[in-house]
């Protein structure tokens, strides 16, 4: 005969299985809780990074998108004109080379002429009378320095006719720029600025060094900008010239110029540059492109001002 459980035996076992459905139940709410808190630790982190990413953006959407350009422009602009300006004295210096020979060459030849005479007897003078001259009574002496001086014109003469074609350089050609920027604030052309590829010792230094190649580029610029100051104003305008960053510099006051200076300027160039015997001769291109006035300011001095 099977025994029989008592009644007390059986609420009993309903107990445990309370206390044990209790337990267990808390210890869900533990583990729970314990994971709600870790993934709150987690939110707020989020929520710190997300808050932190709205900052960082807003940031970015105010930041100007040219920050750092003109800087970095003014950088580019003057590093490829002082390589160029490597380039055109080099040139400079292959055509004063290629002159000095031919001069050379040209004094051999007229020495084999009619006019050998007279280059013996300059030469004779220069060496053996000259250095007499102050101990001859005035007037022997202004008749020797006449006939002298007639002597020179004559061989001058020839030499210029000798000399008159520029020497055409036997050389690959090659292209160079000036950029020029105006300033207009108010649509009215002010200033005009211009950097060329020729070293600024071509002006600082022009009575210590002899005329070359980098000269002829200088003194056709400024011609231009003559021509376009007659067509378009300003009246009697004059041109400054400086260094800036090793290169020749032209300012002009614009004030008074009317609207159109700029491709009067850019006119007046093609054709003074496209109309030099001497530049075409040394195989050399000079093109202008105008940029915004301030690529031309130095970046420091550009803050400044604003």
């Known amino acids: 005969m099977t025994a029989m459980q008592s009644v007390a035996d059986a609420l009993e076992g309903v107990a445990n299985w309370r206390s044990e459905q209790e337990a267990q139940r808390q210890a869900e709410i533990v583990d729970v809780e314990s994971q709600l808190e870790k993934l709150t630790a987690q939110l707020t982190e989020l929520q710190g990074k997300i808050e932190s990413l709205r900052e960082f953006r807003a940031k970015?959407?105010?930041?100007?998108?040219?920050?750092?350009?003109v800087a970095r422009s003014y950088d580019a602009i003057f590093a490829?004109?002082?390589?160029?300006?490597a380039g055109l004295n080099d040139r400079a210096l292959e055509l004063a080379a290629a002159e000095e020979a031919r001069n050379a060459q040209v004094l051999a030849t007229l020495s084999k002429t009619d006019l050998a005479p007279l280059i013996q007897e300059y030469n004779q003078f220069k060496e053996q009378v000259e250095p007499t001259l102050a101990a001859l009574p005035e007037s022997y002496r202004g008749a020797i320095i006449g006939h002298h001086q007639g002597v020179v014109g004559r061989i001058r003469a020839q030499l210029a006719e000798a000399l008159s074609e520029p020497i055409k350089l036997e050389a690959e050609r090659i292209e160079f720029e000036l950029v020029f920027g105006i300033d207009a604030p108010n649509g009215a052309p002010e200033l005009l600025v211009m950097v060329l590829p020729v070293p600024e010792a071509a002006y600082t230094d022009w009575s210590d060094r002899p005329e070359d190649l980098c000269t002829y580029v200088g003194a056709r610029v400024v011609q231009a900008v003559y021509e376009a100051s007659k067509?378009?104003?300003?009246?009697?305008?004059?041109?400054?010239?400086?260094?800036?960053?090793?290169?020749?510099a032209i300012e002009l006051d614009l004030e008074g110029a009317k609207p159109d200076f700029a491709q009067s300027l850019l006119?007046?160039?093609?054709?003074?540059?496209?109309?030099?015997?001497?530049?075409?001769?040394a195989g050399i291109g000079l093109t202008a492109r105008q940029v915004d006035f301030d690529l031309l300011l130095p970046p420091e001095l550009d803050e400044e001002e604003s």
């Open 267 to 281: 006119d007046s160039l093609k054709v003074v540059l496209m109309s030099a015997p001497e530049l075409a001769a």
């Open 60 to 69: 970015i959407d105010e930041r100007e998108t040219d920050e750092g350009v």
């Open 80 to 85: 490829a004109l002082l390589g160029q300006s």
């Open 231 to 248: 067509q378009t104003g300003p009246v009697g305008a004059q041109a400054a010239c400086g260094g800036h960053q090793g290169l020749l």
